[in-house]
């Protein structure tokens, strides 16, 4: 597709339950990051990808948190037993590169996971 | 404890005139500074970016501008318009690991016709 597609938009779970979080990269892009943006705050780094591997997970808040991206190309992020804590949007990025001078990243629109 | 700052949660301006938005940062590490803007329900979209070798850097309507001494940058959008309202996000990175952005809290311009 043209852009990033994050899946769900919106995902409303209860506590104690598992979540995936899908993101679907611009095709061709090799890096992929995750971020996560509490309410007033701006986005937090969790994790970057670089093709199939974790080049740096330092961001994931605890192990209750994982990701994957097989193929490299789409990425999932899971939380098991979830906490009303992990409420947040979601956001996926990815770009051509990581270098610093290109910040090519691209956003998904984010899924907005609520725990009740 | 926040390396990114940006101390206005909000912002009015007047259509047609200049709306500054500020950042102040903490770490001396960081080398390369950008600006977000975030529509509601959209993820952000990259502005305009600024190394920390220069002290001014210019797209259009947008310049960014860096003072490393005082560890302060500012965007200006000159003139404003309706669109410009959205929330701009600040963010930093630092050259050992410059692909993890570090965020401040976002300031929500509002421009008024």
């Known amino acids: 597709g043209a852009g990033v597609s994050q899946t769900p938009s919106n995902k409303v779970t209860e506590k104690g339950k598992y979540v995936e979080l899908r993101c679907d990269p611009i095709s061709g892009h090799t890096a992929l990051y995750w971020y996560r943006q509490s309410l007033g705050q701006g986005p937090e780094f969790l994790i970057y990808?670089?093709?199939?591997?974790?080049?740096?997970d330092s961001g994931l808040p605890n192990d209750r948190f994982f990701a994957v991206r097989p193929e490299g190309s789409v990425s999932t992020l899971k939380i098991q037993r979830t906490e009303r804590g992990d409420s947040a949007v979601y956001l996926c990025?990815?770009?051509?590169?990581?270098?610093?001078?290109?910040?090519?990243?691209?956003f998904g629109s984010g899924t907005r996971l609520t725990v009740v | 404890d926040q390396q990114v700052k940006q101390n206005s949660p909000s912002l009015s301006v007047q259509e047609g005139r200049i709306s500054i938005l500020n950042c102040d940062y903490t770490?001396?590490?960081?080398?390369?500074f950008l600006w977000y803007k975030k529509y509601p329900a959209e993820g952000p979209t990259f502005l305009i970016s600024?190394?920390?070798i220069k002290d001014k850097n210019e797209d259009g309507r947008f310049t960014v501008f860096l003072n490393k001494s005082a560890k302060h940058l500012s965007l200006h959008i000159v003139p404003s318009q309706p669109g410009d309202s959205a929330v701009y996000f600040c963010a930093a990175s630092r050259m050992d690991s410059n692909y993890q952005l570090i965020w401040g809290a976002g300031t929500k311009l509002i421009i008024k016709p």
């Open positions: 600024i190394s920390s």
């Open positions: 990808f670089q093709g199939t591997g974790a080049a740096d």
């Open positions: 770490n001396s590490m960081f080398d390369y």
């Open positions: 990025a990815s770009s051509l590169t990581r270098t610093g001078s290109d910040y090519g990243y691209t």
